[in-house]
């Protein structure tokens, strides 16, 4: 029911925000490019949610379990903050990973810290992006201030579920 108030609620905001441009020709601008983001992006969630799918059925569960179950404790934290950078692609796919790893078995708080840890220190943004764009000192700096983000948010998270 929250997704669902959520997302009207959204939906609702943009609808909003696109009467108000101020001309037609700006309404029509921004609704050509809404339509051409939605045919290059539905396919792609399409099949990230297939691949999540059958992926989870090609996961041996009793290893999941083993390595990144809720019993494996602080080794699999570990093993997920190691796992999360190294995981290439976008959200598309990391997503659909830790959504395969929790129908394997794997606990929660090992996926929280791998998707944290994939959106905070991914490889495939860090040396594409990153680098180039903001050199080899801040990068570095933000990596150690962001370094025990996804071990303070599972500790969090352990609090509350």
Request: charged fraction near 10%; proline fraction near 5%; glycine fraction near 8%.
């Given at each position: 029911m929250?997704i669902?108030?959520?997302?009207?609620?959204?939906?609702?905001?943009?609808?909003?925000?696109?009467?108000t441009?101020?001309?037609?020709?700006?309404?029509?601008?921004?609704?050509?490019?809404a339509?051409?983001?939605?045919?290059?992006?539905?396919?792609?969630?399409?099949?990230?949610l297939l691949?999540?799918?059958?992926?989870?059925?090609?996961?041996?569960?009793?290893?999941?379990r083993?390595?990144l179950?809720?019993?494996?404790?602080?080794?699999?934290l570990?093993?997920a903050?190691?796992?999360?950078?190294?995981?290439?692609?976008?959200?598309?796919?990391?997503?659909?990973?830790?959504?395969?790893?929790?129908?394997?078995?794997?606990?929660?708080?090992?996926?929280?810290?791998?998707?944290?840890?994939?959106?905070?220190?991914?490889?495939?943004?860090?040396?594409?992006?990153?680098?180039?764009f903001?050199?080899?000192?801040?990068t570095?700096?933000?990596?150690?201030?962001?370094?025990?983000?996804?071990?303070?948010?599972?500790?969090?998270?352990?609090?509350?579920?």
């Amino acid at each position: 029911m929250n997704i669902l108030f959520g997302t009207i609620l959204i939906c609702t905001a943009a609808v909003w925000l696109w009467s108000t441009l101020p001309n037609a020709e700006w309404r029509r601008a921004s609704y050509a490019a809404a339509i051409q983001t939605l045919k290059f992006t539905l396919p792609r969630v399409l099949v990230a949610l297939l691949g999540a799918g059958f992926f989870a059925d090609l996961l041996p569960a009793d290893l999941v379990r083993s390595y990144l179950g809720q019993d494996a404790g602080l080794s699999a934290l570990a093993l997920a903050m190691l796992l999360g950078p190294l995981t290439p692609g976008g959200a598309f796919v990391s997503f659909a990973i830790g959504a395969a790893a929790l129908k394997a078995g794997a606990g929660v708080l090992p996926v929280l810290v791998y998707v944290t840890a994939w959106s905070l220190f991914s490889l495939t943004k860090l040396l594409s992006y990153e680098l180039s764009f903001m050199g080899r000192q801040a990068t570095m700096m933000r990596l150690a201030v962001s370094l025990p983000i996804p071990l303070l948010l599972a500790a969090l998270a352990g609090q509350v579920i």
